[in-house]
């Protein structure tokens, strides 16, 4: 089948975009607001952009909580979502009233990160704290700008727990790290394995 997305004509119950572009990480996203108040949320648009220096992004689909918090601040951290914290992942995308914190919803602990005046997710395996670079809205094809609002940001800190490292890596099997697939499907990656790039 084809079908152009500007009719979206594609004759499917649902819409299969989001299916095609999987597995996709899921960015757990830490911020305070100016008046303290922690804020908690998951971005299944998310990804790492760059190594040197370490970057990452997160989109989000109109103006919420954490655009507002980063905007205010210019910091945010990065949780990173295991298997075993799926359900609570999955509690902190109800759609609370701001001020109120997901953290508390969810059953988790709110740690102040290092560097960044951010809170991350004290159960997590690993967290990343992050500076913004750059807030934007990505253009259509019209030149109109998108309804999310795109943002960038500098690994500044990580964080790992002890028990997720084996052998000087992170362990991969142990985290089972959880992705976003379409509809309302997730998978986790515990099957793992290694594969090693040809040399030419």
């Not at 997901?102 to 395996?125: H, K, M, R, S, W």
Request: glycine share 8%.
């Amino acid at each position: 089948m084809f079908y152009p997305t500007d009719t979206n004509a594609h004759g499917l119950p649902h819409d299969p975009f989001k299916a095609i572009v999987s597995p996709r990480p899921i960015g757990w996203i830490g911020t305070r607001a100016k008046d303290g108040s922690f804020n908690l949320a998951p971005y299944s648009f998310f990804n790492a952009i760059c190594d040197v220096p370490k970057m990452v992004m997160f989109s989000s689909s109109g103006w919420k909580d954490t655009v507002r918090n980063i905007e205010e601040t210019g910091v945010f951290t990065a949780s990173f979502v295991s298997r075993d914290l799926i359900d609570p992942m999955n509690r902190s995308s109800a759609p609370l009233p701001h001020g109120e914190s997901e953290f508390a919803a969810a059953g988790l602990t709110p740690v102040d990160g290092n560097l960044v005046e951010a809170p991350f997710v004290g159960e997590a395996y690993a967290a990343l704290e992050c500076r913004m670079t750059e807030m934007f809205r990505p253009k259509t094809l019209s030149g109109e700008p998108a309804e999310n609002h795109v943002v960038i940001g500098q690994v500044v800190g990580i964080h790992i727990r002890e028990e997720a490292l084996r052998d000087g890596r992170f362990d991969m099997a142990k985290a089972r790290p959880v992705g976003r697939l379409g509809y309302m499907d997730y998978a986790d990656a515990g099957d793992v394995f290694e594969l090693v790039r040809p040399k030419r």
